[in-house]
Structures are given as C-alpha cells and as structure tokens.
C-alpha cells in the first residue's frame, strides 16, 4: 500500500506562485512513476504532470508546458509542483497519484492506482 498526502495549496492571484508538494510512504514502496493532476467541479480529471521516479523523465499536459515543473526529492520520498505565470483556468483541486507500473507516457488518471486526498488552489483574477 502506498499513502500520498499532498500540501501547498492555497489561494494567489493572478500572475502568482506556488508550490504543491506530495509525500509518498507505504510498504515495499516501489513506486515508479507519480503524477499530478486536477478536477475542477464538474469536469474530468485532467493530468498536469508526472515523473520517472528513477529516471527523472517528465511529462507535462498542453495547459501547463512552460509554466508548471515537475520535480523528485528521493531522499524524501516526495515529488514537487512548481506552478508560475498562475491564470485563473489553473483554479481546481490538484491530484498527487503514483503508480508501481511502468507505463510508457504515463498522462491518463487510468494508469495511477495510488491517489491523495487532494489539495485547492485558487487563482484570484
């Protein structure tokens, strides 16, 4: 079993910063890929990033390209989101999952077995 807690939501304005953080713990960790994603009420749950836990290779949804990175500290079993230029659109609950498989371009909510509790983040125009 693997538990995700993320942190670092919040509200921001415009324009703004922030940094959404996701601790992994659990049993024969093992995990291989961990993702982000985000629901905004009523919509789908889009995917955001993920990282290769041992390779370090990223993927990042059209959206957020440019704007969003995506980092791993190993040591602490955890994985970053940084978010700048923030627009309003970037308003939903964000997403930590994992997953022990090793998926060709993990992208879709599908491929991740593991999820936190999620976190807000508010984009104030």
């Known amino acids: 079993q693997v538990q995700l807690v993320e942190s670092g939501g919040g509200l921001v304005q415009a324009g703004g910063s922030l940094r959404l953080s996701c601790a992994a713990s659990?049993?024969?960790?093992?995990?291989?890929?961990v993702g982000w994603f985000r629901q905004a009420p009523g919509k789908g749950r889009e995917f955001v990033a993920s990282?290769?836990?041992?390779?370090?290779?990223?993927y990042y949804g059209d959206a957020v390209k440019g704007r969003f990175t995506i980092s791993r500290d190993i040591a602490k079993n955890t994985v970053y989101l940084q978010m700048n230029s923030l627009k309003v659109e970037d308003t939903s609950v964000y997403y930590c999952?994992?997953?022990?498989?090793?998926?060709?371009?993990?992208?879709?909510?599908?491929?991740?077995?593991?999820w936190g509790q999620g976190t807000q983040v508010t984009v104030s125009s």
């Open positions: 990282i290769r836990w041992s390779r370090d290779t990223t």
């Open positions: 999952g994992a997953d022990r498989t090793a998926w060709r371009v993990p992208t879709s909510p599908g491929q991740f077995g593991y």
């Open positions: 659990g049993e024969n960790f093992g995990i291989y890929t």
